[in-house]
């Protein structure tokens, strides 16, 4: 996995406001890759950053992360169904265009820390 991909998915992450979130495949065209390339992005390196942001299109996680997901929820006050396992997308979503223009930024930035250093 190329080391600027992944950068550049975890920044874009930590950006997305508290009680609000985005899915794997806003995340993935912002950034100009798949949806399964941010999750395991997120599966692999995403324990830093407020991985329970994101979620699939239908609103849920993966099973194995989905009792922890659903506390920090709680904790932003983001609308969900617990019984269902999954957030009221429509309520907390951000903007793709906003996702877009983070990701700009995040992108510009990396490249130009790159040219920097090297």
């Not at 989905?66 to 506390?71: A, W």
């Not at 429509?90 to 992108?107: F, I, M, N, Y």
């Amino acid at each position: 996995m190329r080391e600027e991909l992944v950068e550049a998915v975890l920044r874009v992450v930590e950006e997305i406001p508290e009680g609000r979130a985005a899915t794997y495949g806003m995340i993935a065209r912002a950034v100009g890759t798949g949806p399964r390339v941010v999750g395991r992005i997120m599966h692999d390196w995403g324990g830093g950053v407020p991985w329970w942001r994101v979620v699939n299109v239908h609103g849920t996680f993966p099973t194995t992360i989905r009792g922890e997901g659903f506390s920090e929820w709680e904790k932003e006050g983001m609308p969900h169904d617990l019984e269902r396992g999954k957030l009221h997308l429509k309520q907390c979503v951000v903007e793709q265009e906003w996702l877009d223009s983070v990701a700009r930024t995040v992108l510009e930035n990396l490249q130009n820390a790159a040219e920097l250093s090297g």
